[in-house]
Each structure stands twice: as C-alpha cells, then as structure tokens.
C-alpha cells in the first residue's frame, strides 16, 4: 500500500485552489512581520520541503518545531505545528521561533498573518515551479547565514538539469501523463513543477492544455491523448485499475515514482528529474546509472 501522504497533503489544497479559481500567490519570497535576528537559531517550517532544505543546508539543528506532515528521521522527535492548510498558531508561538518558513496559500494566508501580527518572523516561500524552488533555496540561505551552502544546491541542480536536457535531445520525445490521483484523475498541468521537469527529460505532457498547474482532467481528454508513458505519483491506488484498462490508458506504459524526490519541490530537485529521466528513457544510460 502506498504511503506518499505528504505531497499529497500539499496537492489536495492546490487542487481546491484551483477547482475555486484561486490563482497560486504571485512572487517570489517576502518577509511577513518583524525581521529575523541577524543569527537564527530557533526554526520552524510549515512545510516538508523546508524541513528538508533547512537540513540540505547544514542548519537542521535549528528546526524546533515541523508539520505534522514531516516524516524524515531527523526531524521524528520534535513538536507538530499543524498542516499546510492548518497551522496552528498557538503551537507556533509555544516554541518561541526566531523564524518561520512557510510555503503561502489561500488555505493558510490568514493564520500566517496572525503569526507576523504578534512579532513572529515569517518567511513565505512559494514552491510552484522550478525557479520558485531556487529562489527559496537561496532565501532560506541568506536567511540562515548559509549562502554559500545554498548557492551550492542551486548550482548542482541547474548543472543537473542543463546535464538531462542534453542528454534528452537526441532521444524520441515520450508523451506522459504525469497523475497525483486517480479518482478524481488529478494531473500535473502547465506551470507545475512536474511539468517543467517532463520537459527537462525530453518529454511532451499530453496535459499541457490542461489550462492549471494541477488540474482535474476529464478521463476522455487523457484517453484521446494516448500517452506513451503514465507516472504514477498518487499516494493511493483508488481507481488506478479501472483507468488502466481503458483503451487508450491500456496500451501505456505505466510507472510509479521510486521516491519524494519529485513530489517535494526543494533541494532534491536534481535527484528526482534524474529519476524521471531514468522511468521515461528506461533503456538509456546515465551518469546517475541505468534502470533496473
């Protein structure tokens, strides 16, 4: 049984954003409230991704307090503040943070302005795309006194990415349909992370005229579009089978993600479009290795 809840989590309020016609917050990343102090030594992040570049940069002893949605080892041991959509701001405040990472959105925007109102420092980090994803790495640097270490992630990820592209050119151009769930058929659509990374490993995304970033795509729309390829990102397999025996979903290929790498836009970024590359060109060797 699958157990991916995390991006999932993230996903379910994107998805409700987009069904309300609610556009993703506009920008890059922007304080909220006082400033932090010049040395941070008390973090908490509202999202599993920032956990994970907080650690990628060297500073995971800082992290007080995660959501409830954090599952890496390192962080087992410490307080929940809540959700994506529902931090609490009480457990907030009860762990006296010098700064708060929080990746913005319709569901949580008022309770993160609460926490800026009573003097908590606050980061918001979008995470919509790929470029949203470099600047927070190099945020969260500045923020943290690690710059360095954060200029060093952005650079092996773009060195990754202009490396997959190159390889990417000379293959034949797979037609994908890249799906987070599969009852409703929840797709990554343009302007996705996962979309960006598709094009980046040399393929076409057959929901590329979806018209949202993640959006719920008709099931007769996917079957006219016969992909080549399906990646399986859902965390469950309610409904898979059914969708995997219509004609035009039948004769896909089907594959599953192997890790979060591609459903947490962060710092393992370059790991997960190798991982991409790898499912859509399985008999295509790397320098990250060959498909088994």
Request: proline fraction near 9%; charge should be positive.
């Amino acid at each position: 049984m699958k157990t991916r809840l995390v991006p999932f989590a993230l996903l379910v309020t994107l998805c409700l954003a987009t069904l309300a016609h609610a556009e993703p917050p506009k920008g890059g990343p922007r304080f909220l409230g006082p400033k932090p102090p010049e040395k941070v030594k008390r973090v908490v992040t509202i999202a599993p991704s920032l956990t994970e570049t907080v650690m990628a940069l060297g500073a995971g002893s800082t992290i007080v307090g995660v959501s409830r949605f954090d599952e890496a080892k390192e962080v087992a041991h410490l307080p929940r503040v809540g959700g994506f959509v529902d931090p609490s701001v009480e457990a907030v405040v009860v762990l006296k943070p010098d700064l708060v990472l929080v990746q913005p959105g319709p569901g949580n925007q008022r309770r993160v302005e609460k926490m800026a109102e009573i003097g908590i420092p606050v980061l918001l980090l979008p995470l919509h795309t790929v470029a949203d994803t470099l600047a927070a790495l190099r945020a969260v640097g500045k923020a943290l006194g690690k710059e360095k270490e954060s200029e060093a992630l952005v650079r092996g990820i773009e060195s990754t990415r202009a490396r997959i592209r190159e390889e990417a050119r000379s293959l034949q151009q797979p037609r994908v349909l890249f799906a987070y769930g599969f009852e409703p058929l929840v797709v990554a659509g343009p302007g996705s992370f996962a979309d960006e990374l598709l094009r980046d490993a040399g393929a076409l995304n057959v929901a590329a005229d979806a018209g949202a970033a993640y959006p719920v795509y008709s099931v007769e729309r996917a079957l006219r579009a016969r992909p080549d390829v399906v990646v399986d990102a859902a965390d469950v397999d309610v409904g898979k089978g059914k969708l995997a025996a219509l004609p035009g979903l039948s004769e896909a290929r089907w594959v599953e993600v192997p890790s979060m790498a591609l459903l947490q836009p962060g710092p393992s970024m370059g790991r997960g479009l190798e991982e991409l590359f790898r499912l859509l060109h399985p008999s295509k060797k790397t320098d990250a290795g060959t498909v088994r």
